[in-house]
């Protein structure tokens, strides 16, 4: 029979090897039992279960937030949020009219007057993967920055009511700083994102490079439109970003957006929560703005911003006015028209 010279110590897994088998065949072993995996299960579940109870208070916290009322009313006077109800029956629409009379009880009058400004047709005329391609600074600028995937592109495009700006649900899509021109007034600057995206470590570095080199060197930038997801808020990579966009003292504009995405009143926490980290920053406006570039809500106000950073509004709203003369115009030659018709018959 086989005997060890010492009683041997025998590390063994208890899930793969049945101890009281192993002990009653050779009982001079002696088995240890070491490392159970439930044991190591347990432990970590524990700390999960820690680091979980962790984040359900900060959900707890965010919730227990107490937004003012006028941000409510204009997030559901705008309609900003995500909406209650997705279904269109007869009766889903009366619930909604009731919940919408309940809101006005509740909030105050929800109706707001919008100014209805368009900008002028945008096309793309340069795009810049060095600084020696930036175009020459011929009329003022206004760019957009943010988190790769956040909007940025797709906001542009609703500003300016056209599809002429690439835009993907895959992060990285934007590679080089692109320029557009707003008729001859101003140009938008699309600009590449930072944070997660599908590129390699080198090129988000020279990204970032060159919309540093942008900013700081563009004598005809007029304001920085920083975009942020509303369902997330302000980020790592967004703090980062501020704080070197901030010390170049440019002005800053924080757009809410992907409102759409959030229900009102976690919208109205989000924009509580942003407002407040906004106050350690010199050049930032701390009231930040909320669209939806799906839904083209809030776009009006933000369109307002832009045309009143490049000194183009008053033009703006020229060209509004002159718009409605000449479509009244065509409405009385029509029915002038109409008239000739029917007298003729
Ligand atoms: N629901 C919703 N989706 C949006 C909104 N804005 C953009 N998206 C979607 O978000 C995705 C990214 O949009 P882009 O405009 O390409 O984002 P970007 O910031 O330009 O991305 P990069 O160029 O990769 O940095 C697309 O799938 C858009 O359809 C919004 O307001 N609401
Ligand atoms: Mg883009």
Redesign the pocket.
């Known amino acids: 029979m086989f005997r060890p010279l010492c009683p041997l110590k025998i590390l063994i897994k208890t899930h793969q090897i049945n101890n009281f088998m192993i002990s009653n065949r050779f009982p001079s072993l002696k088995v240890i039992k070491v490392a159970e995996p439930r044991r190591i299960s347990t432990i970590s579940n524990k700390a999960f279960v820690k680091s979980n109870r962790h984040e359900i208070s900060n959900r707890k916290k965010f919730r227990q937030i107490n937004p003012p009322p006028s941000i409510l009313r204009e997030i559901e006077a705008l309609g900003l949020g995500k909406p209650r109800r997705t279904k269109t029956s007869r009766f889903a629409t009366k619930v909604a009219i009731v919940g919408r009379k309940k809101l006005e009880n509740k909030l105050g009058n929800l109706k707001v007057e919008q100014e209805k400004l368009e900008l002028p047709h945008l096309s793309f005329f340069a795009g810049a993967k060095i600084p020696s391609s930036f175009p020459p600074e011929r009329v003022s600028e206004v760019a957009f920055v943010?988190r790769?995937?956040?909007?940025?592109?797709?906001?542009i495009n609703a500003l300016a009511d056209t599809t002429v700006v690439r835009?993907?649900?895959?992060?990285?899509?934007?590679r080089q700083i692109n320029f557009y021109a707003a008729g001859k007034i101003f140009n938008m600057v699309?600009m590449?994102?930072y944070g997660f995206?599908y590129v390699k470590e080198e090129e988000k570095t020279q990204w970032r490079e060159l919309m540093e080199t942008y900013i700081s060197t563009r004598k005809t930038l007029r304001k920085i439109f920083v975009?942020v997801d509303a369902r997330h808020g302000i980020k790592l990579a967004d703090v980062e970003f501020l704080e070197v966009l901030d010390k170049k003292g440019v002005e800053i504009q924080i757009v809410l957006?992907?409102?759409?995405?959030v229900i009102p009143p976690d919208l109205a926490r989000r924009y509580v929560v942003v407002k407040e980290k906004l106050q350690h920053y010199k050049n930032v406006a701390d009231d930040p703005l909320m669209?939806?570039?799906?839904?083209k809500t809030g776009i009006l106000k933000l369109r307002k911003e832009v045309l009143r950073t490049v000194d183009a509004l008053e033009k703006a709203r020229q060209a509004i006015q002159k718009k409605s003369v000449l479509i009244e115009n065509d409405i009385i030659k029509g029915r002038l028209n109409e008239n000739c018709v029917t007298k003729k018959r």
Do not use: H, W
Request: glycine fraction near 12%.
């Open positions: 943010g790769s995937n956040v909007g940025k592109s797709s906001l835009t993907s649900d895959k992060p990285g899509l934007t699309d590449p994102g995206a975009i957006t992907k409102c759409d995405m669209v939806s570039a799906r839904k």
